[in-house]
């Protein structure tokens, strides 16, 4: 499957971003889906994961209850709505694609979009 991700942008802090992710190729109902992201100088991190079917989610601490995953399988498309921004959400944030429901694990997923840049100013 491949993943292209959009929407990302400079925004000010307290504000809110919608990512999108678009799949194409192999079914992407068939994959359990994951936001990581990444900022100068640090390790890719986890953000937020979906089953496949969008009925359960899993988010890193630092972002639960300011952003949201979902999809839609009949869009072939993975959201993050992200909410409140804070400028240590600053960050190039990446989609991904695996088969280990709501893993945090980097290894854990196959396939993965560029990124999109996210820039939260204070």
């Known amino acids: 499957v491949q993943l292209q991700a959009f929407g990302g942008g400079l925004v000010q802090a307290g504000g809110s971003l919608r990512l999108s992710c678009a799949a194409s190729?192999?079914?992407?109902?068939?994959?359990?889906m994951g936001w990581f992201r990444q900022a100068p100088g640090k390790e890719r991190e986890f953000v937020a994961a979906?089953?496949?079917?969008?009925?359960?989610?899993h988010y890193a601490d630092s972002v639960k209850g300011r952003f949201t995953i979902s999809r839609d399988n009949a869009k072939n498309t993975l959201y993050l709505q992200m909410n409140s921004l804070k400028p240590e959400d600053t960050a190039g944030y990446y989609c991904?694609?695996?088969?280990?429901?709501?893993?945090?694990?980097?290894?854990?997923?196959?396939?993965w979009g560029q990124g999109t840049q996210v820039t939260v100013s204070s």
């Open positions: 991904a694609a695996g088969t280990r429901s709501l893993s945090s694990r980097l290894r854990d997923y196959n396939y």
């Open positions: 979906i089953t496949w079917s969008g009925i359960s989610t």
């Open positions: 190729g192999r079914s992407f109902s068939n994959y359990d």
